[in-house]
């Protein structure tokens, strides 16, 4: 890409009075804009909390774990940025407190201030100064948000540090944006501004004046409310943007793009950058809102959990679904509902779809659910994708069922790990990632490839005989029970060739038309303009099992 920008240039993404108000997306939404303008841009996410990453973090707290290809785990956020740009994130687009504690305490440790007092100020400040820079470099252009909500006292030595950045690097050449939320009173029948102005006035109160004011809004806002929020935020009008509750994300960039937001970020940056083209935003959004059909994809997992563990997982079926003009409802199935249950009553539950997903897990609690789920796809020939415990389930359903291994399991579900003594173990720990091994960093992860094998249904919807798909676990198909396996009918279609392991499994396409498990999880890798075969596949296989059974 071409680089139109002299000196580097940035934008801070902060956010007022409330969390969970999409600062993500509206980052996201920003950086597809400005890239579609030829900008050569990289996105930060800071997170204040004290984790050294979200991998230990349980999804109810902290939502997805997003994997990069290094390997990172990081903030769901890092998904956002990758669906809306065409960037792929490496580890130095995520850092929390705790990684910059972790580096200046070692820092402190082998002596390297020089006998010095180490303080949150200039220490911890440094400390965020130098990731920010990392992570700038290559690019003319970094977003950066800060998590959290401006207020919580975690948040303090980030908001210090992008304040002395914009002194250090001109303040001309950055600028802050402020996500804050204006509630609606319905008794008053009045939307309030009042939450917004206080947020701006404890950012200005730490010396940070945001140049840019996006106002979260579950209704539009109107002009004199607009006008009241400028006055006493000390924001220009035109300043003022406002974010209001969609039915798509993949909406945002173009109404961002219709209030001209972009076009005031560069004019602000002093960016020389050309109209962004938008015909392909434009087709998405025409394709969502006028699907031709319907599908219904159900979800078997475990949902006392938030949904928003499942996030990267439901873009990768809505990518796969808008590609093809056809809208994917998401049926979600507690797979404990299923257990103890007769044929019948499955069938009741899950006759409903017309395509079933089995996406990654961790523990026992709810496996023999999704197995008899796996079972009753495989049987009735319907569309379904096993992702990484999916496929896990999916070789012990068959090894019960089709390959006389009656008692065939996971170590993972039994304490006594690889040695269990009831049971089989198709699914084992590979030495060094036995479930002893210390929680956080003893997993396979990141990027590993596949070869896939030709006359697959793996090699039809990927069109090519080498992948690089991302990781997250730590139990891998025993190589003992393959053969045994293979010979029952079962097809190992992609391995990891350079330490032999199981990555694709599948049914025949004369026995089943999409019956396919994965040992990586593609949905890390779905954007909505290249939507990822596995879910095109799966989405596709649903429309015509539909019509079928129409
Ligand atoms: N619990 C399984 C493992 O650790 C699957 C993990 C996953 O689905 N991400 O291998």
Redesign the pocket.
């Known amino acids: 890409m071409i680089s139109k920008v002299k000196a580097k240039k940035y934008i801070f993404i902060t956010g007022g009075v409330s969390s969970s108000l999409g600062k993500g997306l509206a980052a996201a939404s920003i950086a597809s804009l400005l890239e579609r303008r030829g900008i050569n841009l990289q996105m930060l996410k800071m997170d204040p909390y004290i984790n050294v990453d979200p991998g230990t973090m349980s999804p109810t707290q902290h939502g997805e774990v997003f994997v990069t290809d290094d390997g990172a785990e990081t903030d769901l956020d890092l998904g956002h940025y990758e669906r809306f740009t065409s960037l792929t994130l490496l580890r130095k687009n995520n850092f929390t407190s705790g990684q910059v504690y972790q580096q200046v305490i070692e820092n402190e440790r082998e002596g390297r201030y020089l006998g010095k007092t180490v303080q949150v100020v200039p220490h911890i400040t440094d400390e965020i100064k130098r990731r920010i820079h990392i992570a700038t470099e290559d690019a003319d252009l970094l977003i950066g948000e800060i998590g959290g909500t401006v207020g919580d006292i975690e948040s303090l030595p980030f908001l210090e540090g992008i304040r002395q950045l914009s002194t250090e690097v001109g303040q001309g050449n950055v600028i802050f944006i402020h996500l804050v939320l204006i509630p609606y009173l319905r008794a008053a029948g009045e939307s309030k501004s009042k939450p917004a102005q206080h947020s701006v006035k404890e950012l200005r109160s730490i010396g940070l004046f945001p140049d840019l004011i996006i106002c979260r809004s579950e209704r539009p806002i109107d002009a004199p409310l607009i006008d009241k929020i400028s006055l006493f935020c000390n924001v220009p009008h035109n300043n003022v943007f406002q974010s209001v509750d969609l039915d798509s994300v993949y909406k945002l960039p173009l109404e961002f793009h219709k209030q001209h937001l972009d076009a005031r970020i560069t004019e602000l940056l002093g960016i020389w950058a050309s109209e962004p083209k938008v015909a392909d935003l434009q087709k998405m959004v025409f394709n969502f809102d006028n699907p031709l059909k319907n599908v219904r994809i159900g979800i078997v997992g475990k949902y006392t959990e938030l949904t928003e563990s499942y996030k990267s997982l439901e873009e990768a079926i809505r990518h796969g679904a808008i590609n093809q003009q056809v809208r994917a409802e998401l049926d979600y199935i507690e797979a404990e509902d299923l257990e103890g249950k007769s044929p019948l009553e499955i069938e009741q539950r899950l006759n409903k779809v017309d395509g079933i997903l089995v996406?990654?897990?961790?523990?026992e609690r709810g496996t023999e659910g999704k197995i008899s789920a796996i079972r009753w796809a495989r049987e009735n020939k319907v569309p379904f994708l096993g992702?990484?415990?999916?496929l896990?389930l999916a070789v012990i359903e068959f090894a019960r069922s089709r390959a006389g291994i009656e008692n065939a399991t996971s170590a993972?579900f039994s304490s006594e790990g690889n040695q269990l003594r009831s049971g089989v173990a198709v699914?084992h720990y590979l030495d060094g990632q036995n479930q002893h091994a210390a929680k956080g960093g003893s997993?396979r992860l990141g990027a590993y490839s596949c070869t896939i094998f030709p006359d697959t249904l793996a090699h039809h919807l990927y069109q090519s005989k080498k992948i690089s798909e991302r990781h997250?676990?730590?139990?891998?198909v025993n190589n003992r029970y393959v053969d045994q396996l293979k010979n029952a009918g079962l097809v190992v279609s992609g391995i990891n060739e350079e330490n032999n392991l199981v990555e694709l499994i599948e049914i025949p396409s004369k026995e089943h038309p999409y019956f396919i498990g994965c040992q990586f999880?593609p949905e890390f890798k779905s954007k909505p303009f290249l939507p990822h075969p596995l879910f095109a596949g799966l989405v596709m296989a649903a429309i015509k099992y539909r019509t079928v059974i129409d």
């Open positions: 996406p990654g897990g961790f523990g992702i990484c415990l999916g896990q993972e699914i997993m997250r676990h730590r139990l891998e999880h």
